[in-house]
């Protein structure tokens, strides 16, 4: 494969210039579909070159992303994308490292991963799709599937609580955590740029449905008839209001968060207002169990957007600091140096 020049990318690249030569195989209808075109959109929009660009993703329907990106990718090991990742990023902090995961891949055997990439601030943007089913498989429930679903692994009704992904993200003290779905490809564009521009660690959980196995268990947030009264989109410094008629708002009462109706007793000035940039994660993670209660309208946007020092940044200051200070280093005399023996 041909690669362009730094300077042709940024000058004439398009969606078509992203688009690989491998056939698309997810079922049609597949939410995935929306997520590679947008991201498409955003690799163009961000002009960024194919050849500083990179797509690592683990095992599962989500994992094939990378095939169908023509920039550099590795399909890698069940859960450890994260892993693959971080050696990426260490070696060429100058790359744009995406990484791909799902529900299953992410949040069961990977989650162990997730948590040490969140803590440790890589600068990074992760991708999780959330269709509540393992789909490569062939549908049994994953770590987010609501309990009592029947799937193929649970006849009887799953029960397991599931796993919040945005709470699991916020818990773990990741700096740029984010929800976006697959049928609001407008608002998935800015999520997506949004993440890329945070210098840090970034998480994106995508509503992306599986029309096979689990259709429509995101459509009471995704459809546009049904999405105003279901759906709080989260602005910075902007009082959380919803509905279609734009007449019912989010009060805090106490540590807990309530509907209101907007009229002769309740203004906006009355409602709560959403700041993204609280150091403290409580806040953000409040805002992400609205999602546990069947009386609340589900968050959507950037819960959590602060600064902090990313972990790259810090590994090749230290290893300057310590080369400047003891040298380069002999790796031979590494190998032969403290304590060893012989072997006749």
């Known amino acids: 494969m041909a690669v362009n020049t730094p300077t042709q990318e940024k000058s004439k690249a398009s969606k078509e210039d992203f688009t690989s030569d491998q056939e698309v195989r997810w079922c049609v209808g597949c939410g995935d579909y929306s997520i590679l075109a947008q991201m498409k959109k955003v690799l163009v929009e961000l002009k960024l070159p194919r050849e500083e660009t990179v797509f690592v993703?683990?095992?599962?329907?989500?994992?094939?992303?990378?095939y169908y990106l023509n920039t550099y990718g590795f399909h890698s090991i069940h859960g450890r994308a994260p892993a693959v990742a971080t050696g990426i990023k260490l070696a060429n902090p100058d790359l744009s490292v995406w990484i791909v995961t799902?529900?299953?891949?992410?949040?069961?055997?990977?989650?162990?991963?997730?948590?040490?990439?969140?803590?440790?601030?890589?600068?990074?943007?992760?991708?999780?799709?959330?269709?509540q089913i393992y789909g490569l498989t062939k549908g049994q429930y994953s770590p987010t599937s609501p309990m009592g679903k029947q799937t193929k692994s649970s006849p009887y009704g799953s029960l397991e609580a599931p796993v919040n992904p945005v709470s699991f993200a916020l818990g773990s003290s990741c700096t740029f955590v984010a929800r976006t779905m697959d049928r609001d490809p407008k608002h998935m564009v800015e999520i997506f740029k949004r993440a890329h521009a945070h210098k840090g660690c970034s998480f994106v959980e995508v509503y992306q449905n599986c029309n096979i196995y689990n259709d429509g268990a995101f459509f009471h947030m995704t459809e546009q008839e049904t999405r105003p009264e279901n759906v709080v989109y989260l602005e910075h410094d902007?009082?959380?209001?919803?509905?279609?008629?734009?007449?019912k708002g989010i009060s805090l009462n106490g540590f807990n968060f309530e509907t209101v109706q907007l009229g002769n007793r309740m203004d906006e000035k009355d409602l709560f207002r959403h700041d993204e940039h609280q150091a403290d994660p409580g806040y953000a993670f409040m805002l992400s169990r609205m999602t546990e209660n069947p009386n609340l309208p589900t968050p959507v946007g950037v819960f959590r957007s602060i600064e902090q020092d990313a972990f790259d940044s810090l590994f090749h200051q230290q290893l300057q600091a310590v080369t400047e200070k003891k040298g380069k280093g002999d790796l031979k005399k590494l190998l032969v140096t403290g304590d060893t023996w012989t072997i006749n």
């Not at 069961?108 to 799709?129: C, E, K, M, Q, T």
């Not at 902007?238 to 007449?247: F, P, Q, T, V």
């Open 57 to 66: 993703s683990g095992i599962g329907c989500s994992s094939r992303f990378p």
């Open 102 to 131: 799902g529900d299953g891949d992410g949040l069961s055997i990977g989650a162990n991963h997730l948590f040490h990439l969140f803590r440790r601030n890589l600068d990074v943007n992760l991708i999780l799709f959330n269709n």
């Open 238 to 247: 902007a009082s959380l209001i919803y509905g279609k008629e734009r007449d």
